[in-house]
């Protein structure tokens, strides 16, 4: 059995530097590694080995400082390496990053491709999908546990999704994406590095994978990347050390209070209105595709109607909305939400959301009507969904994005954080209709019109009959605070620091008693705490409250980037060096079980006020 590894080479995000005067990104000097998903990926193929005739080969496109990581790859186990170098690749989008790899996965016809759920510097998840869809594969995404059939013929994972997991049965060859938990986090000593650097990596050119180099690169990217924002650190600071824990409770309430009146002067808080519709405006309609959860339509679905409804201000324009799912009782719904037109699939037949057949029966609806843009959302499903159409469409697709902007040239100009969320990138695709992936809990949706009756029509689901994945059991995460965190107001956020799970009843109780969700960081749900959909960072979700406290947490930047949109950040932390206090608007120096407690009740009042969407 042959599988190959899909590795990206990044710089180590936590060490670039940023000049925002000159506004300028500080790269000299900063180190490069293996990014992490690919490195737990890579582990894990080295685990399925079974037989000398396993062969692991890992396939890495980038400059040829990049064959530094191959060679971390071979100290760990891989037996070949395989670089695809050109700088006719520089400026590749992931389209053309997915068709430059899937070229070179296809000259070694591997039985499986693993890849990382998604790269530390891009944090789209775009690659893996689009691989798969240009091979004609299927996939899963944000997998945690990977095992094979008996006769080697299947892969049996274990998928993350927003709302608990999933057991699939995936045939063979297969593009799995891996993340936290399919593998330990091992790095190669010095012996296998001496042994590792006898082994050099292939190389490929562009003209080594196709004749026709003008789809790689720039030219082959149909999205580019406008003059790039640098996001000033905008946190107050203020640090409060040798005070009693009253007298600290006292100061942030009084500045809190303060503050988040500053915070609604600057955005201009006014009374919402009901937006003007277009239903007959179906030249440069937005769609947007609906997502459902066990409560209903996820608060993100409303969150992405609202701003199509501000951008059909623009485009005078309807908006259509895309509901994947075996009925159609959110039809009403989404018309009260914001659309005017609802278009339903039963993928009853069809298969999983993110799975080949729903893909094809989706994309022949977008080339029908060739809508102005098509909306998703960041999610497990939305992410796999929207990666694999743009492959099949040749189309380009921003991941990720925290807000939307139509420029004076009526161009979509998609806002995508990077570099843990220092730089937000202007997106701008030479290719219609324009996709994009929203990041949940950062819109505002549209106020609600309940007297709307929204057109509902059927999409036919087109017959599939190539190899796809087949859903095993699907369990939901009981404790629903997770799934709160998107529209959560105010937020505990639950770090190592608060001693062992032992304490988690007595801080869900606090949290509790102001209104507060609780969240955590990725070292609390690897103890097993607490589970990994109330997870915030880089591998879990962004968040944007009106308040977040921060009890014990040390303050990587693996978390802090999931709080880049949340209004007033509380921490509270015995060590006065701790990373969090640089994150944060206040900072309180001390234990928190004798400093917590006085602070909500000074609090309470305050965020007891604080209106929670619906």
Request: with cysteine; aromatic share 4%.
């Amino acid at each position: 059995m042959k599988t190959a590894v899909c590795m990206k080479y990044v710089p180590v995000i936590a060490r670039i530097q940023f000049d925002y005067e000159a506004k300028t990104i500080v790269r000299e000097g900063v180190p490069s590694e293996v990014n992490p998903f690919d490195l737990l990926g890579l582990v894990r193929a080295v685990e399925l080995k079974q037989s000398a005739d396993d062969q692991v080969v890992v396939i890495s496109m980038g400059p040829p400082g990049a064959a530094e990581g191959l060679t971390n790859c071979v100290a760990l186990g891989a037996d070949r390496a395989v670089l695809v170098t050109d700088r006719a690749l520089a400026g590749s989008d992931t389209l053309a990053t997915s068709r430059a790899l899937s070229l070179a996965l296809q000259r070694e016809q591997p039985d499986l491709i693993i890849c990382g759920r998604n790269s530390s510097d891009g944090e789209t998840g775009q690659v893996g999908p689009g691989i798969a869809e240009l091979m004609g594969l299927p996939h899963v995404s944000n997998v945690r546990k990977l095992d094979l059939s008996p006769d080697g013929k299947t892969a049996i994972v274990e998928r993350i999704t927003d709302e608990g997991s999933q057991t699939l049965e995936c045939p063979l060859p297969a593009v799995i994406c891996v993340t936290e938990g399919v593998a330990p986090e091992l790095y190669p000593d010095q012996a296998q590095m001496d042994r590792a650097q006898g082994i050099p990596a292939e190389e490929l050119s562009c003209a080594d994978l196709s004749s026709d180099t003008s789809q790689f690169g720039a030219e082959g990217s149909p999205t580019w990347v406008d003059e790039i924002r640098l996001v000033e650190p905008n946190r107050l600071g203020v640090l409060l050390q040798e005070v009693t824990p009253e007298e600290a409770a006292k100061e942030v309430a009084q500045s809190l209070r303060k503050r988040l009146a500053e915070l609604a002067a600057d955005t201009g808080e006014t009374t919402p209105e009901v937006l003007p519709r277009y239903p007959d405006g179906k030249d440069r309609s937005i769609w947007v595709v609906a997502e459902n959860t066990q409560q209903g339509l996820a608060h993100v679905t409303h969150e992405m109607l609202g701003k199509a409804r501000v951008l059909a201000q623009e485009t005078k324009s309807e908006v259509v909305a895309v509901l994947i799912a075996s009925g159609n009782e959110a039809a009403s719904g989404l018309g009260a939400a914001g659309a005017d037109r609802v278009l339903t699939l039963d993928n009853s037949q069809l298969g999983s959301v993110f799975g080949r057949g729903v893909g094809q029966a989706l994309a022949e609806a977008i080339q029908k009507e060739q809508p102005y843009a098509v909306l998703f959302a960041a999610t497990v499903d939305g992410r796999d969904l929207a990666a694999r159409l743009a492959a099949r469409l040749k189309l380009g697709l921003t991941g990720d994005a925290i807000d939307l902007e139509i420029d004076p040239e009526g161009r979509l100009v998609q806002l995508k954080p990077a570099l843990g969320g220092n730089v937000v990138a202007p997106i701008l695709s030479k290719t219609l209709p324009n996709l994009v992936t929203i990041r949940p809990g950062l819109l505002t949706p549209a106020v609600p019109d309940p007297g709307t009756s929204p057109a509902v029509e059927q999409l036919p689901a087109s017959g599939f009959d190539g190899p796809d994945v087949r859903l095993m059991e699907e369990n939901f995460q009981e404790d629903q605070e997770g799934l709160m965190l998107a529209k959560a107001q105010v937020i505990l956020g639950v770090g190592m620091g608060t001693g062992g799970a032992e304490n988690l009843p007595k801080l869900q109780e606090m949290a509790r008693s102001i209104g507060a969700t609780v969240a955590t960081t990725r070292d609390v749900v690897h103890a097993g705490w607490l589970p990994q959909q109330a997870m915030v960072g880089i591998s879990g979700r962004t968040i944007a409250p009106r308040v977040y406290i921060a009890v014990g947490i040390r303050g990587a930047f693996n978390h802090t980037v999931g709080l880049q949109n949340a209004g007033v950040i509380i921490a509270i932390n015995t060590n006065r060096r701790a990373v969090m206090f640089r994150s944060s608007d206040f900072g309180i120096v001390g234990n928190w079980e004798e400093f917590l407690p006085p602070l909500l009740d000074e609090l309470r009042p305050i965020l007891l006020e604080i209106d929670t969407p619906a």
